[in-house]
Structures are given as structure tokens and as C-alpha cells.
């Protein structure tokens, strides 16, 4: 039996037999020669058990090259992951038009879970797919470009139609960002809200639970300067503060609950105005070493504020405390058949615990919440969803599950979390 444990050390399995195949054949072997159900992992950085599984796990690891590079496409193997791939597309003067703000995922599990950033006019990292190829469970090696029948079900497929194996992207010029992170008032930025999405090409903040403070990231193309933060105040923004000081701060809050007010007071306290420039990838991303739970749903952009209410109204009447910030995001609406994002403009709400402290509650009451708003979860992050709630917010569940019958008719990529929210 062979153990794995996700980053957030919320899901854990014992498979009957886990490979790390080096070819698309050696992959294919393993399917035929396996039995039971077959889940790819990447690199465990989603919350949900969509990986889960006890018969075969394939580990993607090895398969994490370069394929080739045309232009503007660029092909990769699919267990490469974000942080290779961007240094791999700087090499070549390219860059992916939007990114969130880790780089920790594969590339093809970022995708198959609807993973997105922030930017009004854009979609998530599915939406810059212009192929993909994977394994089903017959061995069939299938490969599905943009405007072929499935594309738009096979792309967001939560690992449920097969093992991807390349995957194509549309890429632009590497481009360069002027970052404006600032600490207002939050009532200032609900006030405005619509306007600082519209007004920037990405923009999301965070707002600190029992605080009325919130961090607002704006992040802009501008021509290329040299104006990157320097080794110091990087050092004691990203890894002293935001991650080392978090740690503590949250370690405390989980020996002492009732301290967590005054820590996210602090918090929202010690940030401090900060504007730099840099490479695209560089500025999206940032290291996230402190551990912590997940939840997040997109929600029509129109019922943000109504959402957002309603989380501060659940946090306030908690038997806990929240030690975590909300973070808030847009993104533009896409095609793809189980993206979150699928047919609206839509805003995120994430929502957030630290690692050993209570959540159930909050994400269960979050999640109604959401429900009543038309919000769709995302597929990599915590949720109690159903099948029955898919089908009354998904308008192409019924294509989706036309393509599995057809890729998997005997369900070999299935596992208990597909189960309960595809049926």
C-alpha cells in the first residue's frame, strides 16, 4: 500500500499501487495492467479530494517537459509545474496573459480545476488551453484542440475523463507589471469596487476578519522598468511578515482562541503601502509556506456585495474565530462546460483556516450562503457540493456526462468526490 498526504495535509490516501510513469506508453500500461480507479496527482496543492484514490495513483512527476515552443503555442508535458513553466516561457519571451498567486500546481491540475487570478477582462488558466491530449481508460490516446466537439468539457474535467498528458497554451509576450499594494478602509473599497476592477488590469484584496482594514493588490501592464522591491523589503514583506510572523501569529490564535481579534487587528495593522515593478510571474506569484484550509466560490459579479455581506454577517455569529483574511477576485466568463467562471462575469470569495483550527461550520454556512446567490464552487478547494446542485448551475452537465460515458463508461476515473458532485 502506498501513502500520500496533500500540501495541506487535509486529504489523505493509501493506494493499491502508485506509478510515476517517464512515457505516455509506460502510462498506458499502467492503466490497462491496473484495476479499480485511477487519479492523477500533481503536486497535491489542491484541498478537495478530486486525487484521491485507492487503486492506481500516477504520480505526473516525470512527466514535466517541454514539448515545443510555435510562435505563441506552447506545448508541455502535463505534470510540469507553474513555477517551471514560467521560467521556462521568460527563457523564451512569453509569458501566460493572467496568473493566480502560487505556483505550485501542475499545470494540468490547475486547469482540470478551474484554478484562476484576478483581471476583469480575463479568464482563468483553462481559458488559455488551445489543446490537450490525454490517456483514457481503454488506453486510447485522445488529443482535443479548441473548436473540436468536447474541447470545452475536456479542459475543466476535475480528472474525471482521463490522465492529461500535453497540454497546449496560448501565450503572449512577456510582459512587465507595475504592482500597487495598498491598505484602505474597506468600506472605500466596497464603495468602489466595480470601478477598481474595471480600472485595472488585475485587481482582488483582502479583507481581515473583525477589522474594518482591507489590502487592496492593483497590478498594471507598463513598458519595461527596473523598479523591483529590494532584497530587504522583500525579504520582510513576503518572508518575515506574510509568511514567518503569520505563522506565529496563527499558532497563536490556535493555543488561544480568543486572541484571534486582536491578531487579525494587528495584521491588518502592520501592512504598509508598497509600489515595484517586475516581470509578470514574478509579481503575480508569491511563496505560501503557512498552512491553512480552503474554500472558494464564484458568484455572478452582480451579487458580490450581497455575498460579501453575508460571509461578514456568518463570521460574526461563529462559535470560533477566523484568524484568516477573505480574499476577494474577478474574473471574465468563459465557454468552458465546468468552469466556475462558465457564461458570467464573475466575482471569488475565498475563505480560509488555519491548519488544526475549526472550519466545518464556516465553510458549510458559507457554502448555503452561496447557493442561494447561484455560486459554483471551485473544484480543487473545499465544498459539500452535489450532483443535484450541479445540475441546476451547470447548463452543460449533461454534455459533460455525455463525454464520460463516452471517455470512461466504466467510471475508472471516478472516486468518492466525483461521486457525490457529478454523479
Aim: aromatic residues 10%.
Amino acid at each position: 500500500m502506498h501513502a500520500w498526504r496533500n500540501w495541506a495535509g487535509n486529504q489523505y490516501e493509501t493506494a493499491a499501487l502508485a506509478v510515476a510513469p517517464a512515457t505516455r506508453d509506460e502510462l498506458i500500461d499502467a492503466i490497462l495492467g491496473s484495476e479499480g480507479s485511477v487519479k492523477a496527482i500533481g503536486s497535491g496543492h489542491s484541498f478537495s479530494a478530486a486525487a484521491v484514490t485507492t487503486g492506481l495513483r500516477v504520480a505526473l512527476d516525470r512527466l514535466a517537459g517541454l514539448i515545443s515552443i510555435d510562435g505563441h503555442l506552447v506545448t508541455v508535458q502535463a505534470g510540469m509545474p507553474l513555477h517551471r513553466l514560467n521560467a521556462l516561457l521568460a527563457e523564451h519571451g512569453l509569458a501566460l496573459p493572467n496568473l493566480g498567486d502560487i505556483d505550485a500546481q501542475t499545470i494540468s491540475g490547475a486547469i482540470s480545476t478551474g484554478t484562476h487570478g484576478t483581471g476583469h477582462r480575463l479568464g482563468g488558466l483553462a481559458t488559455f488551453v488551445e489543446a490537450v491530449e490525454l490517456v483514457t481508460a481503454s488506453g486510447e490516446v485522445r488529443r482535443y484542440a479548441r473548436g473540436d466537439d468536447g474541447f470545452d468539457g475536456v479542459v475543466v474535467g476535475i480528472g474525471a475523463l482521463g490522465v492529461l498528458t500535453e497540454v497546449t497554451l496560448r501565450c503572449v509576450d512577456a510582459f512587465t507589471l507595475h504592482a500597487a499594494e495598498k491598505p484602505l478602509p474597506l468600506a472605500d473599497v466596497l464603495a468602489g469596487l466595480s470601478e477598481h476592477f474595471a480600472a485595472n488590469d488585475h485587481f482582488e484584496f483582502y479583507w481581515f476578519p473583525y477589522t474594518e482594514r482591507a489590502l487592496t493588490k492593483a497590478n498594471n501592464r507598463v513598458p519595461a522598468s527596473d523598479r523591483p522591491l529590494s532584497a530587504f523589503r522583500q525579504w520582510l514583506d513576503d518572508d518575515f511578515l506574510s509568511n514567518a510572523m503569520f505563522d506565529k501569529l496563527c499558532r497563536t490564535g490556535r493555543a488561544f482562541p480568543k486572541l484571534v481579534p486582536s491578531i487579525t487587528r494587528f495584521s491588518a495593522s502592520a501592512l504598509s503601502e508598497r509600489s515595484y515593478t517586475g516581470s509578470s510571474h514574478e509579481v503575480f506569484c508569491s511563496p505560501r509556506r503557512v498552512k491553512f484550509v480552503e474554500m472558494e466560490y464564484s458568484f455572478p459579479r452582480e451579487a458580490l456585495r450581497e455575498a460579501f455581506a453575508g460571509l461578514r454577517a456568518i463570521i460574526a455569529r461563529l462559535p470560533y474565530n477566523i484568524v484568516f483574511p477573505v480574499e476577494v477576485r474577478c474574473a471574465a466568463a468563459d465557454e468552458l462546460w465546468l468552469s466556475p467562471s462558465y457564461g458570467r462575469d464573475s466575482a471569488y470569495l475565498a475563505i480560509h483556516q488555519y491548519t488544526g483550527m475549526p472550519y466545518e461550520e464556516y465553510f458549510r454556512q458559507f457554502e448555503q450562503l452561496a447557493l442561494t446567490l447561484g455560486g459554483r464552487p471551485h473544484w480543487g478547494k473545499l465544498n459539500y457540493w452535489t450532483a443535484e446542485d450541479a445540475s441546476s448551475a451547470y447548463p452543460r452537465l449533461a454534455d459533460f456526462t455525455k463525454l464520460r460515458d463516452e471517455l470512461d463508461p466504466g467510471r475508472r476515473f471516478a472516486n468518492d468526490y466525483t461521486n457525490r458532485v457529478l454523479g
